[in-house]
């Protein structure tokens, strides 16, 4: 029987700006490159300032600004900067916790869904775009009680069913500005999704990491994460566990605590082989804490 765990939840929109590094010499027996060989679970009414945003390269001359704009959309992850009311004022229930509201744009299978939270329950919807005129069908939510953040979602979900204008300006951190029918106006900004960035779909790994790290294989001064490779059958449970190993590498968006042990979700990204920049095989970019145990 297992020990008791605490089994968190976390939206998957939600990541961390952090990275834990480790140490990549060469002459670690164990490394990133090892890992991959162990088994894994792969389970606004105004014309866009910059509709170029993921490629600053030649724009294709018959891709349409609605097309740009639905690329760019989806290239980034949107956090929330502020919300104003018809009047200019901010909107209370979310500036004080503007940090945490987030917003992606997403294509399955020919639909176009858009998500958003407040860093609580994560709703979707359907939406069409009709030049930049945005509209959302009626959404979908997880069912988990946010309590004080009870009111921030209920007005964002409100803001976001309904009719708003987009614009895209561009820049170091592009700006998303988004005008409801009703006058309220949010401004997002914009983080590039792995996707995007590494210009490849994410393989799904599952990791579990133990709270104590390790001087790493070769540089002693480094801490290195000991990780398992874990597996799960379509049901969620866990079918196998590998063997303990040293991580030297890093994992994008991950800090690791040293209280928990902690089953991560993990996007793996192949690295393209012309980079030279590149001292590893693959980029590994933190999804979500999907089992945590509290080391005694």
């Known amino acids: 029987m297992t020990s008791p765990l605490q089994l968190i939840m976390l939206p998957t929109l939600l990541a961390v700006g952090l990275s834990l590094t480790a ?11 090892a ?19 993921a490629d600053t390269t030649a724009v294709d001359a018959s891709i349409t600004p609605e097309q740009q704009l639905l690329d760019n959309l989806a290239s980034y992850r949107w956090t929330l900067t502020s919300a104003r ?10 500036m004080t916790i503007k940090d945490q509201v987030i ?11 858009v998500s958003y939270s407040v860093g609580c329950n994560t709703m979707s919807a359907n939406y069409q775009l ?8 009626d ?29 895209i300006a561009s820049g170091d951190t592009p700006t998303l500005t988004q005008v409801t029918d009703d006058a309220e106006t949010l401004v997002w900004t914009g983080r590039m999704t792995s996707q995007a960035k590494y210009n490849t779909k994410g393989e799904t790994l599952f990791w579990s990491v133990d709270a104590n790290t390790k001087p790493c294989v070769g540089d002693s001064n480094q801490q290195c994460l000991q990780i398992k490779p874990v597996t799960y059958d379509e049901q969620g449970v866990k079918v196998s566990e590998g063997k303990l190993v040293e991580f030297a590498g890093t994992i994008e968006g991950y800090k690791h605590d040293n209280k928990h042990n902690e089953v991560l979700r993990l996007q793996r990204y192949a690295l393209d082989a012309t ?6 095989q693959h980029a590994y970019v933190f999804d979500a804490v999907i089992e945590s145990t509290k080391v005694k």
């Open 130 to 137: 009709q030049g930049f005129s945005l509209t959302t069908e």
């Open 139 to 167: 959404s979908m939510s997880t069912k988990m009680s946010c309590q004080e953040l009870d009111d921030a979602e209920d007005k964002l979900n409100d803001i976001m069913e309904g009719d708003s204008q987009l614009s």
């Open 85 to 94: 009311d018809d009047d200019g004022q901010p909107l209370p229930e979310l």
């Open 103 to 113: 917003l992606s744009f997403n294509a399955n299978q020919g639909q176009h869904t």
């Open 23 to 33: 140490c990549q010499k060469s002459d670690t027996p164990v490394d990133a490159a």
């Open 35 to 53: 890992i991959d060989n162990v088994e894994t679970n792969n389970n606004a009414n105004e014309p866009i300032a910059d509709t170029n945003l």
């Open 275 to 280: 980079d030279n920049s590149a001292t590893a």
